[in-house]
């Protein structure tokens, strides 16, 4: 019997060398994986995996279930060592076509039942069709496996470390850590205790095979109990993890996309749902407001002007918040079809009426719409004002002209004096309308206040220009009926001269200060005060009631009667120098006695006293004469 090198190489592993459970516990290790591919075909399982290969048919079936591919004929119930070698070389042949580089190991070896070669070749077939596909970062198969182990396992690094295939499982914990990061739900990792090894690694075996369907390979005290785990059961058995998750990740990568389309869809539905919403509302809204619009009464100039105000309003708040909405809708509508785009979806396409252009139209529509809005607001309010100043300047220009006509009649009067008193009182009594005529003309200038009208083009006369006018015409007639009742009494006094009855009218008028022909107290005191003649009050007072006759006010006539009694007690130098005479007698100088026996008062006489120089037992009236005049 003819035997290989590589049952002739030296073992580098001094563990193995010392501890000799490693073949034992990797033979059970194969065997355990080599019948569960079989079982996917429902093919019978082998009990002695040296012993069973020796045929070369399990070994073929093997190849075809894992490779996927059929062999071809082969020899079935070999009885012959020749049949036998033939189907292993077939198969080695299989192996070798597959990439694998076989080296030291011939079908004799398999036939001959080499044990150490044949859990080389089971190893080789494991690492080919299990492991070497196995790819991380870069790296594959072994270092794939463990950088794979490594990355899954590492927020769990505070607990252990995987640097191996050996050491670093015999705590259970890596297991624990692989199964709960992909899986939280199957155990609950944190609440392990860290020191039952056995209890751990024991769990991760049931949970795995129950509820991921990674079979059991070896004994947990293959992996807990021994000197070193052999690191090709080891490898072979997380190499399971690895399938199961990865497969688990294929189809989660695939849910994911799934999902992550879903999500897209379901965004951009949303997205689109929200856009119709907002278009019909804003849609809505120009429709109710233009319908609005379109609708609308009139009823004066304060209902235009509330109106005007409301639209103002509605610049300010609504129109604003549409403005805004729109540009919202337009970049919404852009995000839809940017977020399809991202994922190579087909466009949106608005419905019917809900489209850019539809909202842009109704938009237009809004925007005209405000346009006539705005345009019948200011035109009604501007014909209302033009309508209400010409209602105020007719009024005004015909009122002038009214009391122009009275001026002009007065200006007019001629003949007797009489005729020109009734005329004048006639005249008089045309200002009477005229009065409730200007309270009308202010009710219209209120209401051009309230119409703001501030320069009314249709006249030139304001409301205190009328006032002024009816004020001045009735001041007027006043003074002329005055003054021709007056004239009329004047013409009955022939005691006075023209010029003294002119300058006496003249007077009274001037200090008739209400024109109303005749002197208050203090306008009668102010004439008085004028002609140089200073009265006490008491004296005063006496004064007014002797001239007025007891009443309140003096008339005219009284008035001249009282001027004339003023001008006879008036006397020249001459004449008071012989009113002295008259009272001295045939003295030089006056006396006491002499100025009480003229009739002068108490009061008089002492003020007299005060200014007529002494001479002899009296007084020198002539120089007192001569020093009082000028």
Not at 178 to 195: A, C, E, F, W
Request: charged share 25%; glycine share 4%.
């Amino acid at each position: 019997m003819s035997v290989s090198k590589a049952a002739t190489e030296i073992v580098q592993d001094t563990a193995k060398i010392f501890d000799k459970s490693w073949e034992s516990i990797q033979k059970k290790t194969f065997t355990n994986w080599f019948n569960n591919q079989l079982k996917k075909k429902n093919l019978p399982p082998v009990s002695n995996l040296d012993q069973d290969l020796s045929s070369g048919e399990n070994l073929i079936q093997l190849l075809e279930i894992i490779g996927d591919e059929s062999l071809g004929r082969y020899n079935k119930n070999p009885k012959l060592r020749l049949q036998k070698i033939e189907n292993c070389n077939k198969a080695l042949e299989f192996i070798k076509k597959r990439g694998v580089h076989l080296t030291n190991i011939g079908a004799e070896d398999i036939v001959d039942v080499n044990q150490k070669l044949l859990l080389g070749l089971i190893w080789t077939i494991i690492l080919r069709f299990t492991i070497a596909d196995i790819s991380e970062e870069g790296l594959t198969a072994k270092e794939g496996l463990l950088l794979w182990c490594q990355r899954r396992t590492a927020p769990y690094s505070a607990d252990f470390t995987i640097k191996e295939f050996t050491f670093s499982w015999q705590s259970g914990l890596a297991l624990c850590a692989l199964i709960h990061r992909h899986r939280p739900d199957l155990l609950d990792y944190y609440g392990l205790d860290k020191n039952d090894k056995h209890g751990n690694t024991q769990l991760a075996f049931d949970v795995a095979e129950k509820h991921l369907g990674i079979p059991k390979l070896f004994a947990v005290e293959d992996l807990v109990d021994v000197v070193k785990p052999d690191e090709r059961s080891v490898m072979t058995y997380v190499a399971q993890y690895f399938h199961a998750f990865s497969s688990m990740d294929r189809y989660g990568v695939a849910g994911r996309r799934v999902g992550n389309i879903g999500q897209v869809l379901q965004q951009t539905w949303e997205m689109q749902n929200d856009y119709e919403r907002r278009v019909r509302a804003l849609i809505g809204h120009i429709a109710s407001i233009t319908s609005e619009w379109s609708n609308a009464q009139l009823s004066g100039l304060a209902d235009a002007r509330r109106q005007l105000k409301d639209f103002e309003n509605y610049k300010a708040t609504s129109k604003r918040s549409w403005v805004s909405e729109r540009r919202e809708l337009d970049t919404l509508l852009s995000n839809i079809q940017t977020k399809l785009k991202t994922y190579n979806l087909r466009p949106y396409t608005p419905p019917e009426g809900l489209a850019t252009e539809d909202v842009q139209s109704q938009w237009q529509h809004l925007v005209n719409a405000e346009s006539q809005r705005k345009k019948g607001l200011t035109k009604y309010i501007r014909d209302a004002k033009d309508a209400i100043a010409k209602s105020y300047a007719k009024a005004a220009n015909d009122f002038i002209g009214e009391v122009n006509q009275v001026s002009v009649s007065l200006g007019l009067l001629s003949g007797e004096l009489e005729n020109q008193l009734a005329t004048t009182k006639q005249l008089q009594q045309q200002l009477v309308p005229l009065q409730q005529q200007l309270q009308q003309i202010a009710h219209l200038n209120e209401a051009c206040n309230e119409a703001l009208i501030e320069d009314n083009e249709f006249t030139i006369y304001s409301l205190e220009d009328l006032a002024f006018e009816l004020s001045l015409i009735e001041q007027t007639l006043t003074k002329k009926v005055s003054f021709i009742e007056n004239q009329i009494i004047a013409r009955t006094k022939t005691n006075f001269t023209p010029q003294q009855l002119e300058e006496y009218s003249e007077s009274f008028r001037h200090f008739d200060k209400d024109n109303s022909n005749s002197l208050t107290r203090q306008e009668f005191k102010a004439a008085l005060a004028a002609e140089g003649t200073a009265l006490q009050d008491e004296e005063f007072e006496r004064t007014f009631l002797k001239v007025s006759q007891g009443k309140d006010e003096i008339t005219f006539e009284e008035f001249l009667e009282y001027a004339r009694s003023v001008e006879e007690d008036k006397a020249t130098p001459e004449q008071l120098l012989a009113a002295f005479q008259t009272l001295a007698g045939d003295k030089d100088f006056v006396t006491d006695k002499d100025l009480y026996q003229g009739g002068l008062s108490q009061a008089v006489v002492e003020q007299l006293k005060q200014h007529l120089p002494q001479k002899n037992d009296g007084y020198d009236f002539a120089a007192f004469v001569q020093h009082i005049f000028i």
